[in-house]
């Protein structure tokens, strides 16, 4: 059950990549790009029980952004 349940909008939105390292490696690169006090944006990774791909990252407004190397099936 989607905690985020009845409330309008977008609750996820995935991108397929080519390689999850390659785009984590970046991520340690860059400069930082945050306001004080903002978690960095780092890849994560879910529970392996959970419904969502492994891979996600959030963004300092909180909003979850699922990786996939293989996508998506409609």
């Known amino acids: 059950q989607s905690s985020t349940e009845?409330?309008?909008?977008l609750e996820r939105i995935?991108?397929?990549v080519k390689n999850i390292q390659?785009?984590?490696e970046r991520l340690k690169k860059?400069?930082?790009f945050l306001y004080p006090g903002?978690?960095?944006v780092e890849i994560l990774r879910s529970?392996?029980?959970g419904?969502?791909?492994p891979f996600f990252l959030k963004d300092p407004d909180g909003n979850i952004l699922e990786l996939s190397e293989e996508g998506w099936e409609a």
Do not use: A, D, M, V
């Open 38 to 40: 903002e978690s960095p």
């Open 30 to 32: 860059s400069p930082p």
């Open 6 to 9: 009845g409330k309008p909008g």
């Open 51 to 53: 419904p969502y791909e």
């Open 14 to 16: 995935g991108f397929q």
């Open 22 to 24: 390659e785009i984590e």
């Open 47 to 49: 529970p392996s029980e």
